[in-house]
């Protein structure tokens, strides 16, 4: 079975790019979850998704960011614009999501690299 | 608020030795707990998790966890070490609470350094 797909596994751009960052979760997960990578600040939740719908989104750093699940196989995060301390790791996970029963395990892209100049 | 704290950055251990790392969680609730491992440039893998009952849980690989609520911990044990395992660990609670779905806060996490 496929994973968790992320695209691009590396981006470089210029301040002032709009960034986009796409990933497919696994087929049936209904949760979805965007978190940033770095060093100084570990990994931080961003916002995540059951069924589509935002549940939180307090994690988005500013305005510049957003998110979009337009259906449960695909999910973007943007950037625009883009500013050198977005350098990061973004990692997109899912999960089954159906209840404290069963969940727990998120399972994880291999992540975007984003480089800001 | 809720946390997670690894008190270690960085642990070396030598190949055979036992392992324990330490993980710390502030949280109002009943916590749901996780392990969480790395490799490097991949993503996250789930080692074990803690939702209830018995506070020893085992995990993949060969790890173990114990959850102590008077310590408000759960660190992660292995008896003997692989040069394998070297990798970046990540404790994690879920603050979802009754909201769906399961979103987890993690530690800064501990780097492994196995030696030989």
Same mark, same amino acid.
């Given at each position: 079975?496929?994973?968790?797909?992320?695209?691009?596994?590396?981006?470089?751009?210029?301040?002032?790019?709009?960034?986009?960052?796409?990933?497919?979760?696994?087929?049936?997960?209904?949760?979805?979850?965007?978190?940033?990578?770095?060093?100084?600040?570990?990994?931080?939740?961003?916002?995540?998704?059951?069924?589509?719908?935002?549940?939180?989104?307090?994690?988005?750093?500013?305005?510049?960011?957003?998110?979009?699940?337009?259906?449960?196989?695909?999910?973007?995060?943007?950037?625009?614009?883009?500013?050198?301390?977005?350098?990061?790791?973004?990692?997109?996970?899912?999960?089954?999501?159906?209840?404290?029963?069963?969940?727990?395990?998120?399972?994880?892209?291999?992540?975007?690299?984003?480089?800001?100049? | 608020?809720?946390?997670?704290?690894?008190?270690?950055?960085?642990?070396?251990?030598?190949?055979?030795?036992?392992?324990?790392?330490?993980?710390?969680?502030?949280?109002?609730?009943?916590?749901?707990? /996780?392990?969480? @491992?790395?490799?490097?440039?991949?993503?996250?893998?789930?080692? !074990?998790?803690?939702?209830? *009952?018995? #506070? =020893?849980?085992?995990?993949?690989?060969?790890?173990?966890?114990?959850?102590?609520?008077?310590?408000?911990?759960?660190?992660?044990?292995?008896?003997?070490?692989?040069?394998?395992?070297?990798?970046?660990? /990540?404790?994690? @609670?879920?603050?979802?609470?009754?909201?769906?779905?399961?979103? !987890?806060?993690?530690?800064? *996490?501990? #780097? =492994?350094?196995?030696?030989?």
């Amino acid at each position: 079975d496929a994973g968790v797909i992320q695209s691009p596994r590396h981006e470089v751009t210029e301040m002032g790019q709009e960034v986009t960052l796409r990933c497919k979760p696994i087929s049936g997960h209904n949760s979805l979850f965007w978190y940033r990578q770095t060093m100084m600040r570990g990994l931080e939740l961003l916002i995540y998704f059951n069924n589509n719908v935002p549940i939180d989104d307090s994690g988005m750093p500013e305005d510049r960011f957003s998110a979009k699940m337009p259906n449960a196989s695909f999910s973007t995060l943007k950037i625009q614009p883009s500013e050198p301390r977005d350098s990061a790791v973004y990692f997109c996970a899912s999960s089954l999501g159906t209840g404290k029963v069963d969940t727990g395990e998120l399972f994880f892209g291999e992540g975007s690299r984003l480089t800001v100049l | 608020a809720q946390s997670v704290t690894q008190p270690d950055i960085h642990i070396t251990v030598s190949e055979g030795a036992s392992l324990e790392l330490r993980c710390n969680y502030s949280y109002g609730a009943t916590p749901y707990l /996780f392990w969480y @491992v790395q490799s490097p440039g991949q993503g996250l893998q789930l080692l !074990l998790k803690y939702f209830s *009952g018995d #506070t =020893l849980v085992q995990g993949i690989k060969g790890f173990e966890a114990e959850f102590k609520r008077s310590q408000s911990s759960f660190n992660l044990r292995k008896p003997s070490v692989h040069w394998s395992d070297a990798a970046e660990y /990540f404790c994690a @609670v879920d603050v979802s609470a009754n909201q769906a779905g399961t979103a !987890l806060i993690f530690g800064k *996490g501990t #780097t =492994l350094s196995v030696s030989s």
